[in-house]
């Protein structure tokens, strides 16, 4: 198991923070999909999990490329995103979700600024000593962007009707390009927020005025809706990835991987969607995990994994695989899975042996 740092796997990316900041309209952007618009009353009340193709990354970083250091063989393969919900409710599976993470998208409403679920994220976050990008997301108004609700929040509207939405530049030299009293106006709010995390015992700068990211925590401006900011966000992550987190985010054949959730899909019974975040998964594989009445053995009969860029939760296009590696957010189908639990890790028994030594772990776990 001789770590290595010539093979990374995907970095798993958990999307956290206050309800509605736009955690699943981001996703949503990068994706391109629209999983927030059908979601009961907008809220998110799962986890989720996507796979994240480097094809994906390459394009949407196109505008920033200058952010991102190494190339070549030590790029990352795709990203395993997981979003969480903000919803106070939630609190167990925002656990569970920043606990598999690599490194965390922290995303904060701009006009709201750091709120209840926020701070909890951090506690969360900062005990667990997991790197985090804050996302400084979106608008004042439903249904406006940022820059559009400070127009309607201004008497002086045709000073600062001429923000300029662009998608395709650095969010740096969008925001440099603004009028100044834009550019005010979003220094304020910068301010504000920075003092909220100064509260929080954190220290926080815009991730182009960072002095030192050891020290301060790095944060880009965002719209979900507009896209403006979202290629710096993902550069950020992917040099974050490729520098500080590749001894981290190696690939070994240590299996690590954990059920997300347990699920009843059509014409499949009960599945069990897995976070596989390294090693393989095998059909035919003997897997353990906990269950309500005691460890659950079983054998993989099918091992799927949603299209790219489709949200596991929400899709029903799978593509079926002999072997997966990690890390990947995958659909598991075996028989009796009826009283399988979430929130656990699942074993994999390659050795007849193995099987008492994994029930033993379940048991005390
Ligand atoms: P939970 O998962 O329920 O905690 O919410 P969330 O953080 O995933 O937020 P969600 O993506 O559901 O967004 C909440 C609302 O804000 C939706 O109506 C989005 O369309 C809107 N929204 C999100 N991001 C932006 C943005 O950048 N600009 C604007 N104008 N609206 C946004
Ligand atoms: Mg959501
Ligand atoms: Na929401």
């Not at 991102?68 to 995103?81: A, N, W």
């Not at 700068?205 to 979900?224: I, Q």
């Not at 009843?264 to 269950?291: C, E, H, M, P, R």
Request: glycine residues 6%; aromatic residues 6%.
């Amino acid at each position: 198991n001789q770590r290595s740092t010539e093979v990374l796997r995907a970095p798993v990316i958990c999307v956290l923070g206050h309800v509605d900041a736009g955690k699943t309209t981001i996703l949503d952007n990068l994706r391109q999909t629209h999983v927030q618009d059908n979601e009961a009353g907008g809220i998110t009340q799962q986890i989720g999990a996507t796979n994240v193709p480097s094809e994906t990354i390459y394009r949407r970083t196109e505008m920033c490329r200058e952010m991102i250091s190494r190339e070549g063989d030590f790029i990352v393969p795709g990203l395993l995103i997981i979003d969480t919900p903000g919803h106070e409710i939630f609190k167990s599976l925002r656990s569970r979700g920043s606990s598999l993470c690599d490194l965390a998208i922290l995303v904060v409403d701009i006009m709201h600024g750091v709120a209840p679920q926020t701070i909890e994220s951090i506690q969360l976050l900062v005990e667990r000593q997991t790197p985090f990008i804050i996302a400084l997301n979106k608008q004042y108004l439903e249904g406006m962007t940022f820059y559009e609700s400070i127009y309607c929040l201004n008497s002086k509207v045709d000073l600062l009707y001429d923000w300029k939405s662009n998608n395709k530049k650095s969010i740096e030299l969008v925001l440099q390009e603004q009028q100044q009293i834009t550019q005010n106006h979003f220094e304020k709010c910068c301010k504000t927020i920075i003092c909220q995390f100064a509260e929080q015992n954190l220290n926080v700068a815009l991730y182009y005025e960072n002095p030192d990211p050891n020290e301060y925590y790095s944060m880009v401006p965002t719209s979900a809706r507009s896209g403006d900011g979202m290629g710096s966000l993902i550069a950020l992550i992917i040099e974050k990835s490729q520098t500080t987190l590749s001894r981290r985010i190696s690939y070994t054949h240590e299996l690590q991987a954990t059920v997300m959730e347990v699920k009843v899909i059509d014409g499949f019974g009960i599945t069990i969607d897995v976070a596989l975040v390294n090693g393989y998964l095998s059909v035919g594989d003997k897997i353990l995990i906990a269950g309500q009445e005691g460890p659950i053995v079983t054998q993989i009969r099918r091992l799927l994994i949603p299209e790219s860029n489709q949200e596991l939760r929400t899709t029903n296009q799978y593509q079926n695989e002999d072997t997966i590696k990690g890390a990947r957010g995958i659909k598991i189908v075996a028989r009796g899975l009826e009283k399988a639990m979430a929130g656990l890790p699942l074993f994999v028994a390659r050795q007849t042996d193995e099987i008492d030594f994994y029930k033993n772990e379940i048991n005390i776990m």
